[in-house]
């Protein structure tokens, strides 16, 4: 009696499913805390433009103005982080040699300051 036969599909699904635990095994190895709080926060506000995108198809976009505010303000708050982490990320320092971490957080800090300005001036 044959054993089982291995296909296409099982050999590749197994080897993404090695390939991302490697990739997860090699995050969690190389990255720093801080920059993880960051991942975390980028996460964190993809969720939230995905909900509010949803809610918008699904049940209404009544006040269309503020899924505007409110979707642009996620997009624009994760512009301005993964900017923040590109330049803070170590690997990336020969790139940014005049930027000091702290700079990157006083722009990033602005950035966002500016950014709910005209949000909230968005809403009307």
Known sequence: MAGPKTTASSV???SSANALQTLWK???DTTSPRLKLVDTFLVFLM??????????ILVTNFPFNAF????GSCVGQFVLT???RTQVNPTNRSEFKDVSP?????EFALGSIVLHFFVYNFLG
């Open 12 to 14: 590749s699904s197994s």
């Open 26 to 28: 090699a995050y969690n």
């Open 47 to 56: 969720l939230s433009g995905v909900v509010q995108f949803v809610y918008c």
């Open 68 to 71: 505007l505010a409110g979707f």
């Open 82 to 84: 993964a900017s923040l």
């Open 102 to 106: 702290e700079r990157a957080f006083a």
